[in-house]
């Protein structure tokens, strides 16, 4: 197959990792509908990661992602260089991603996180507005 990206199920991605690991993905997931009902998930295998935002395109439409490690989730943010952190949970140094090291669901459930993936949703929606 050539062309655009293989794209998988959540199960493809997450299914290989830990009980943990899956478990840390999954309250990713919710936290991230919670925010954003409406999101897109696109699974993506080759990527190690699945891509949330306001339709397919990964660097288009995605604003935030999961992907699974041995011990951890990260949790990506594409603009994240651009969010408020006040509580320094993403690490990272390049322009615009950054990323949260989840190895634990108390970490998931911290006010802090609800507040990025709002202010994640509201960036894309602004880069979208900008693009007209």
């Known amino acids: 197959m050539t062309g655009g990206p293989v794209i998988g199920t959540w199960e493809d991605v997450f299914s290989s990792h830990s009980a943990e690991v899956q478990a ?3 309250a990713l997931r919710d936290l991230i509908f919670s925010v954003h009902p409406g999101a897109v998930m696109v ?3 080759g990527d ?3 891509t949330f935002g306001t339709g397919p395109r990964k660097m288009l439409d995605g604003y935030i992602y999961p992907a699974p490690h041995q011990v951890r989730v ?3 943010f594409y603009q994240g260089a651009h969010l408020a952190d006040p509580s320094a949970l993403m690490q990272g140094t390049g322009t615009n991603l950054r990323h949260i090291k989840v190895v634990d669901l108390a970490t998931v459930g911290r006010p802090e996180m609800r507040d990025l993936v709002q202010q994640a949703l509201v960036r894309q929606r602004e880069i979208e507005g900008a693009r007209g």
Do not use: D, E, K, S
Request: zero cysteines.
């Open 48 to 50: 190690n990661g699945v």
């Open 43 to 45: 699974a993506r295998p």
């Open 24 to 26: 840390i993905g999954l």
């Open 74 to 76: 990260n949790f990506g």
